[in-house]
């Protein structure tokens, strides 16, 4: 939209972010600098935040609907729900 003042007319006013989010850690950062496979890498990256987990909170929280997340994720007609796993 053409936004408001509060948001300098970017129209973000009242959205949400969904992000997954991954914290460097010295266990990662030597899996990346060794050129770890992707379950090194996994296993490296231990704890993180994931979108899926995002999403959950977001839409356990009343912020959102399962409904939105699956249409902006362009994953509206694939019949995935949350409790089905990762996306």
């Known amino acids: 939209g053409a936004g408001c003042g509060t948001c300098a007319g970017a ?3 009242g959205r949400l972010l969904l992000a997954e989010s991954l914290r460097p850690t010295p266990a990662l950062r030597a899996a990346v600098l060794a050129r770890g496979d992707a379950d090194a890498l996994e296993t490296a990256a231990g704890d993180r935040r994931t979108l899926r987990a995002a999403a959950a909170a977001a839409v356990a929280a009343g912020e959102t609907t399962e409904a939105e997340v699956r249409r902006v994720l362009g994953i509206a007609d694939c019949g995935w729900r ?5 996306i």
């Open 11 to 13: 129209g973000y006013r």
């Open 82 to 86: 949350m409790a089905d796993g990762p």
